[in-house]
C-alpha cells in the first residue's frame, strides 16, 4: 500500500522502574483518527531502559495492520538510538558499543527492530515531566502499572 494511503497511528510510550532494576511499568497510548487505546502492563523486575523498549514494542504489537507511526518517547535513549544511526552501527560492530561493550538490552533492540521494519516508523522525543498530556498520562500509567501486584516476568522473545 502506498504511504499515502497508510493509516497514522500516533504512539506515545513510557516506561518505568521502581529501583533501577526494580518492579517496572509500561503506559502506552494509541491514537489514530478519532479512536485512542490505552495499554499499561507490570513488570516484576526492569530496568528504566528496559521498560521505554518494553512500551514502544507493546504498542507497535498493537497494530494490527502496516501503519505509519509516529512515536513520542521521553527517553533520548531510544529515540537517539533511531535518529542518529546508533542501532546501524550497534548491528554493524556485531551488537557491540563504540567502546566495544556488549550493547544492553539487545534482544529487546532485536524485538523493536523487527516490529519496525513492519510499519513506516518515525521517532520523535519529548522532554518527560513537561506538562505534555499524552507524555504525562503514560507515565502515570506506567508507574500505576509497577505498583500493581499483578506483574510478569520481562520476557522480549
Not at 505498583?147 to 510478569?152: A, C, D, F, H
Request: glycine content about 8%; hydrophobic content about 35%.
Amino acid at each position: 500500500m502506498p504511504a499515502d494511503l497508510l493509516p497514522e497511528v500516533l504512539l506515545f510510550a513510557d516506561g518505568c522502574s521502581l529501583g533501577n532494576p526494580g518492579p517496572g511499568g509500561i503506559g502506552v497510548i494509541l491514537k489514530s483518527g478519532n479512536k485512542s487505546k490505552k495499554i499499561s502492563k507490570g513488570y516484576t523486575q526492569a530496568t528504566n531502559n528496559q521498560m521505554e523498549l518494553q512500551a514502544i514494542i507493546t504498542g507497535l504489537e498493537a497494530l494490527k495492520t502496516k501503519c505509519k507511526v509516529k512515536v513520542y518517547t521521553d527517553s533520548k535513549y531510544v529515540a537517539n538510538a533511531f535518529n542518529q544511526g546508533w542501532l546501524e552501527k550497534w548491528q554493524r560492530n556485531g551488537w557491540k558499543t563504540a567502546s566495544k561493550k556488549d550493547v544492553k538490552n539487545q534482544e529487546l533492540w532485536q524485538k523493536l527492530l523487527e516490529l519496525t521494519s513492519r510499519h513506516e516508523v518515525e521517532f520523535s522525543w519529548i522532554k518527560g515531566h513537561n506538562n505534555h498530556l499524552e507524555n504525562e498520562l503514560c507515565d502515570q500509567l506506567a508507574k500505576e502499572a509497577a505498583r500493581l501486584k499483578k506483574t510478569q516476568p520481562l520476557s522480549p522473545k
